[in-house]
């Protein structure tokens, strides 16, 4: 994890992004700034995400698995 600055140009793209899909502006422009670091990865809880080209949306969920074990 790493925390970026974002430029102007990024806030127009997050804009258009936030057009096209729909998105919330913050979401918007996290997806953004983190397509823009060239990210491997988003990683998120949040299932509203639609998918965004060129950036993998990792669902934590989809990683965690309920064991039911007594202690």
């Given at each position: 994890m790493r925390l970026i600055d974002i430029t102007r140009s990024q806030l127009r793209e997050a804009a258009r992004l936030r057009a096209q899909t729909g998105l919330r502006t913050p979401d918007a422009l996290q997806?953004?700034?983190a397509r823009a670091a060239n990210c491997a990865a988003?990683?998120?809880?949040d299932r509203r995400l639609p998918t965004i080209p060129a950036l993998p949306i990792i669902q934590l969920a989809a990683y965690v698995c309920s064991v039911s074990t007594p202690l």
């Open positions: 997806l953004n700034a988003f990683i998120t809880n």
